[in-house]
């Protein structure tokens, strides 16, 4: 298993931007896929984002195509998240997720470490 610190999160106006961060410790972050994931108060956690091993294949929630871009950078056991054109429904606790396994999921149960999370807070 890898640890995992998430970063970035804040509060920020409908319309505005963000750029989440997650830090990975161990020397096999480059073998892990990657997620980004959600949790609105009373709502089940759910996926917004994975990127594969490599970075070459990434997959999204259909609400965020288009606005959000998950990236990392192995050299700085480092996946990122930018938010754009954030909007009030996208207020929620962000986790990211490591994946022991290269390819990318949106399957929550797939994920064996997790973060301790980053509150984001879209004001309309």
């Known amino acids: 298993q890898v640890q995992l610190a998430e970063s970035g999160g804040g509060l920020v106006q409908a319309g505005g931007s963000l750029r989440l961060s997650c830090s990975a410790s161990?020397?096999?972050?480059?073998?892990?896929?990657m997620g980004w994931f959600r949790q609105a108060p009373g709502k089940q956690r759910e996926f917004v984002a994975s990127?594969?091993?490599?970075?070459?294949?990434?997959y999204y929630k259909d609400s965020v195509k288009g606005r959000f871009a998950i990236s990392r950078d192995n050299a700085k056991n480092t996946v990122y998240l930018r938010m754009n054109s954030l909007k009030p429904e996208d207020t929620a606790v962000y986790y990211c997720?490591?994946?022991?396994?290269?390819?990318?999921?949106?399957?929550?149960?797939?994920?064996?470490?997790w973060g301790q999370g980053t509150q984001v807070t879209v004001s309309s």
């Open positions: 990127i594969s091993w490599s970075g070459g294949t990434t």
């Open positions: 997720a490591a994946r022991g396994v290269g390819l990318p999921s949106g399957n929550k149960r797939e994920y064996d470490s």
């Open positions: 161990g020397r096999t972050f480059s073998s892990y896929a």
